[in-house]
């Protein structure tokens, strides 16, 4: 089994900055990808970034010049540093990731982590 331990989030101004932060745990032979997903109320979950362990990156356009992502190999953690922060960004994000448990391939999700951004 994997885990994927989630930080960071909270309530922020608009036009400021947070960082969230992903740990993944238990018997991992390999990550293929992590990332960030977001789920505001009344939307589809959407992707906001990830990358895989090859270091190429992907980030959906509204977040584009204003987040990054970082991954730590060795550690199997995954950071997403979000600035200039809008209210549209409001929601709850969610750490992802394609694990090898050794026993297959599949997705896990952690628990989510709520970012709200207003005055």
């Known amino acids: 089994q994997v885990h994927l331990v989630e930080s960071g989030g909270g309530l922020v101004q608009p036009g400021g900055s947070l960082r969230l932060s992903c740990a993944a745990f238990?018997?991992?032979?390999?990550?293929?990808?992590m990332g960030w997903f977001r789920q505001a109320p009344g939307k589809q979950r959407e992707l906001v970034a990830d990358?895989?362990?090859?270091?190429?990156?992907t980030y959906v356009d509204s977040v584009k010049g204003r987040f990054t992502i970082y991954r730590d190999n060795a550690k199997n953690t995954v950071s997403l540093q979000m600035n200039s922060l809008k209210p549209e960004d409001t929601a709850v994000y969610y750490c992802h990731a394609v694990v090898n448990d050794y026993a297959s391939t599949r997705d896990y999700w952690g628990q989510g982590t709520q970012v709200t951004v207003s005055s």
């Open positions: 238990g018997r991992i032979f390999s990550i293929a990808a």
């Open positions: 990358v895989t362990s090859g270091g190429t990156t």
